[in-house]
């Protein structure tokens, strides 16, 4: 189940010691309004554009298998282009993109930080990405990823916290 492995993720990654907001103690969870904005802005102005002309680039590349999509060449190369120089671009726009909003500096947090969310970005996108580009229509991919980068940011969320 993809959604439970994201939750492990997020749930493996997430510091006990920096919540706040817990909610096995009694106390209530309360909301960060500013977090909350800077993943709204993140997904409406960097994931969501980039992901529409990426995939676009993608398919006009890699016109999409109409055969036995699932063992097709043509899905495994776009699925290694998306692991391997995708997913590292997309992961340092988020922290390019978050950290100034945070107050971080991006450097020290891209040295601690970038390894282990790479990682976990591949246990999450890796079988979602495989999914969409295996049995999604083109047209229908971009919100497949939408839908998935809102799980993600979830996780994102928690581990950089």
Same mark, same amino acid.
Request: net charge neutral; hydrophobic share 45%.
């Given at each position: 189940? +993809?959604? @439970?492995?994201?939750?492990? /993720? &997020?749930?493996?990654?997430?510091?006990?010691?920096?919540?706040?907001?817990?909610?096995?103690?009694?106390?209530?969870?309360?909301?960060?309004?500013?977090?909350? +904005? %800077?993943? /709204? +802005?993140?997904?409406?102005? *960097?994931?969501?554009?980039?992901?529409?002309?990426?995939?676009?680039?993608?398919?006009? %590349?890699?016109?999409?298998?109409?055969?036995?999509?699932?063992?097709?060449? !043509?899905?495994?190369?776009?699925?290694? !282009?998306?692991?391997? &120089?995708?997913?590292?671009? /997309?992961?340092?726009? $988020?922290?390019?993109?978050?950290?100034?909003?945070? @107050?971080?500096? $991006?450097?020290?947090?891209?040295?601690?930080?970038? @390894?282990?969310?790479?990682?976990?970005?591949?246990?999450?996108?890796?079988?979602?990405?495989? /999914?969409?580009?295996?049995? %999604?229509?083109?047209?229908?991919?971009?919100?497949? %990823?939408? *839908? $998935?980068?809102? *799980?993600?940011? !979830? &996780?994102?969320?928690?581990? +950089?916290?």
């Amino acid at each position: 189940d +993809l959604s @439970g492995q994201a939750i492990q /993720i &997020c749930m493996y990654n997430h510091d006990t010691d920096n919540d706040n907001s817990s909610s096995s103690n009694g106390t209530t969870m309360s909301l960060d309004w500013y977090r909350t +904005l %800077c993943f /709204i +802005l993140l997904g409406l102005l *960097v994931q969501a554009p980039l992901t529409h002309y990426y995939y676009d680039w993608l398919d006009r %590349c890699f016109p999409p298998a109409t055969t036995a999509p699932l063992c097709h060449r !043509i899905t495994w190369t776009k699925l290694a !282009i998306d692991q391997l &120089c995708w997913a590292p671009t /997309i992961t340092l726009a $988020v922290f390019l993109f978050l950290d100034p909003l945070q @107050g971080r500096a $991006v450097l020290p947090h891209l040295q601690r930080d970038f @390894g282990s969310t790479l990682y976990a970005n591949w246990k999450l996108w890796f079988p979602s990405t495989l /999914i969409n580009l295996a049995f %999604c229509p083109p047209a229908w991919r971009v919100l497949y %990823c939408n *839908v $998935v980068f809102f *799980v993600w940011s !979830i &996780c994102l969320s928690i581990m +950089l916290k």
